[in-house]
């Protein structure tokens, strides 16, 4: 069965974006850009939520034909180009848009459908609103979190209105990258 794991950079203090959704906090730069392009080059699908898929949806798509683009940018834009992308959006609904499902209703069923098709994991990519909804669900089978070096003191958290414990196993391939960055990769603890 397919995972679904969240893909986010966060602040020491847990925070996935400043107030007003500012995310120029973080630091990435070619050695995490590397890193982080290794493994979306193993993954065929990508979830995000509506803000975060129109986002990436105007800049991606033609990011590698730039004449200045970077190698990140060049690579990245084949990867997205031939990705299948899962939109969460109440708004999009009935939006027929060429390999992408939007799925608006019944979030939990349709996940479910979705994790027992062919492929291989699923990364959610930022999009705190609906990484809330898959954890509210209990969708979201590992976190590969990105640790900033900073304390934002407020934001929008990752962690939002949990009622039950949800226990992680940490997995041995934790990373310090040399701009400070952390890389912690975890997985849902189901017993």
């Not at 109440?90 to 939006?95: I, L, Q, R, V, Y």
């Not at 898959?134 to 979201?140: C, E, T, V």
């Not at 958290?157 to 039950?164: A, G, H, S």
């Amino acid at each position: 069965m397919r995972k679904v794991i969240s893909f986010m950079h966060i602040s020491l203090d847990g925070f996935v974006a400043g107030p007003n959704g500012e995310m120029n906090w973080i630091k990435v730069d070619e050695e995490i850009f590397d890193h982080v392009g290794m493994r979306i080059g193993k993954t065929d699908t990508a979830l995000y939520g509506r803000v975060t898929y129109e986002m990436m949806e105007g800049y991606w798509p033609t990011a590698g034909d730039e004449p200045d683009a970077s190698k990140h940018d060049i690579d990245h834009s084949k990867w997205y180009n031939k990705a299948h992308k899962i939109v969460l959006s109440k708004t999009m609904k009935g939006a027929n848009l060429p390999n992408t499902t939007i799925i608006s209703d019944n979030l939990s069923d349709r996940i479910a459908e979705i994790k027992q098709q062919a492929g291989s994991e699923i990364l959610l990519f930022g999009s705190p609103t609906a990484t809330h909804a898959l954890i509210q669900q209990n969708l979201i089978d590992g976190y590969w979190l990105f640790v900033n070096p900073i304390i934002l003191g407020q934001g929008i958290p990752l962690f939002v209105d949990i009622k039950d414990k949800i226990d992680l196993k940490l997995s041995p391939t934790t990373r310090q990258f040399t701009c400070g960055v952390t890389e912690l990769n975890y997985t849902m603890d189901r017993q």
